[in-house]
C-alpha cells in the first residue's frame, strides 16, 4: 500500500533561516507529489506539486521541491523563513494506480522572529 | 466556482446523537474523502470514495458511516456521537488524469461531543 513519511514532526527556525522538510513515498511507478499548507485555524491549501518534468519545482511563496525518484523523496526548501511561514506542512502523493491522494502526519514549523 | 463546500462549520453534540456532515464539490471530481484532524495525528483517512456509487474505508473508519448518492456529494454520518470524535473534520476532492489529481480542501467542521 502507499505511504508518506515526514520524519520532521516539529521544527523550530529563527527568522531568515533556511528550511528543509524531508518527505518519503513508498510505491513505485508513476507518482504525483505535493506539498500542501495548513495556517493556524485554516484549511489545507496546495503549495506545489510535480507531476513530470523539471524534478525541481517551484511554488507559492518562495517555497521550492526536488523530487529525487532513486530516493523516493520530495524534499520542501526555503532559502529564507519568515514568521509568517509558521504553519503545518503536509506532503502528499498519488499515483500507483491507486486514484487516491495519500497524506504524510504534517510537520508543525514554527518561526520565531 | 465554489470549490469544495462543507457543511456546517461549527457543531456541538451530545454523546448518543447522531449528525451528517455534509460535502459538495463542483469540480466535476471524481475522488472525494473525509479526514479528521486531531492535535498530534496529522490527517488521518476516514472514508474515501474513487467514483459515485463507492466508498473504502480510511484508517480510522469505526464510529462512521458514509455516503456518496452522486459525484458532487459526499456525506459523514455519526449515528451515535462519542467525546473521541471530537475533531476538526475536512472533506476533499479530487480529479483523474496526469494533471488532475491535487486535492482541493473544505474550510472543515468543528466537532465538539460533550
Request: net charge positive; aromatic share 12%; charged share 15%.
Amino acid at each position: 500500500a502507499q505511504s508518506v513519511s515526514q520524519h520532521n514532526h516539529h521544527v523550530i527556525l529563527s527568522e531568515a533561516a533556511s528550511l528543509e522538510l524531508g518527505c518519503n513515498y513508498s510505491y513505485g511507478g508513476t507518482v504525483n507529489l505535493f506539498w500542501y499548507v495548513q495556517y493556524p485555524g485554516q484549511h489545507l491549501q496546495l503549495l506545489l506539486k510535480y507531476f513530470s518534468g523539471d524534478p525541481l519545482v517551484k511554488g507559492i511563496k518562495g517555497f521550492e521541491a526536488e523530487f529525487i525518484k532513486s530516493k523516493f523523496s520530495f524534499n520542501l526548501r526555503k532559502p529564507s523563513v519568515q514568521w509568517s511561514d509558521t504553519a503545518e506542512y503536509f506532503c502528499a502523493a498519488e499515483g500507483g494506480g491507486y486514484q487516491k491522494v495519500t497524506f504524510g502526519t504534517g510537520t508543525k514549523l514554527q518561526v520565531i522572529p | 466556482n465554489a470549490g469544495v463546500t462543507q457543511t456546517p462549520k461549527f457543531q456541538v453534540l451530545k454523546t448518543g446523537q447522531s449528525m451528517t456532515l455534509q460535502c459538495a464539490q463542483d469540480m466535476n471530481h471524481n475522488s472525494m474523502y473525509w479526514y479528521r484532524q486531531d492535535p498530534g495525528m496529522g490527517l488521518r483517512l476516514i472514508y474515501y470514495s474513487a467514483s459515485e456509487g463507492t466508498t473504502d474505508k480510511g484508517e480510522v473508519p469505526n464510529g462512521y458511516n458514509v455516503s456518496r448518492l452522486n459525484k458532487r456529494e459526499f456525506s459523514l454520518r455519526l449515528e451515535s456521537a462519542a467525546p473521541s470524535q471530537t475533531s476538526v473534520y475536512f472533506c476533499a476532492s479530487s480529479g483523474r488524469g496526469a494533471m488532475n489529481t491535487e486535492a482541493f480542501f473544505g474550510q472543515g467542521t468543528r466537532l465538539t461531543v460533550v
